[in-house]
């Protein structure tokens, strides 16, 4: 008679399959988001950097929502101490061993505008796809979340509204990919459920909807 000594001799099939990836990913979470500086910030691969826009942000919001700091003043100010620091900068390096300001450290490269443009297109892109209606049930989940945003903006101011978009935008990435099994297998059950409940809503709801015969178009 067999004498199983350990777990990993259980004939009994085990249950634990791993989770389907959240939007079906196949790729990992830095290579969706361009693997590239962009990635490294948002994953929060470089600290220093992220957690210095991530303030640069809040301070921001805080002068405009808390202090009520006007924009053009504001821009005024910080234009005024850079020009300063500029300045000092250029003019120390003449009198004292100091490296000159190098312009080309501080200048947006060309290869960012096109990133996103290229984003840009491809949202817009996206955007005509799902209001073309050839996903109905896309269609109507992306004109509920656009109806759910809008009430949700009622009640917030747009600076509000847009700091609330950054911080998830700079938080949510790193927090996924360090929980990413837990997050894919609650988004699965979530995915499953709700596939259930618009089955019953187009069984109760959209069938019974009147609609007229196809007509086939004629082809010349």
Known sequence: MPIYSSDSDDPRPSYSAPPKRLFARQRPMHAILG?????????????????????GFTMTWFL????EYNFVSLLCHISMILMLILFI??????????????????????STFRWLCGKFNSMLSKFYEIS???DFRTFFLAITILWVLSVIGNYFSSLNLLYLGFLCLATLPAIYERN???V???????????KKLYKKFDRK???KIPRGPVKERKRF
């Open 35 to 55: 693997g590239g500086k962009v990635a490294d910030i948002l994953l929060w691969r470089d600290r220093t950097i992220s957690a210095a826009i991530l303030f």
């Open 64 to 67: 405009f929502e808390v202090v």
């Open 89 to 110: 900068w250029s003019t120390g390096a003449g009198l004292i061993d100091w490296a000159p300001p190098d312009l080309r450290a501080i200048m947006i490269s060309d």
């Open 132 to 134: 073309s209606g050839k």
């Open 180 to 182: 990413q099994d837990k």
């Open 184 to 194: 894919d297998y609650l988004a699965s059950k979530g995915n499953q459920d709700m």
């Open 205 to 207: 709801v959209l069938n």
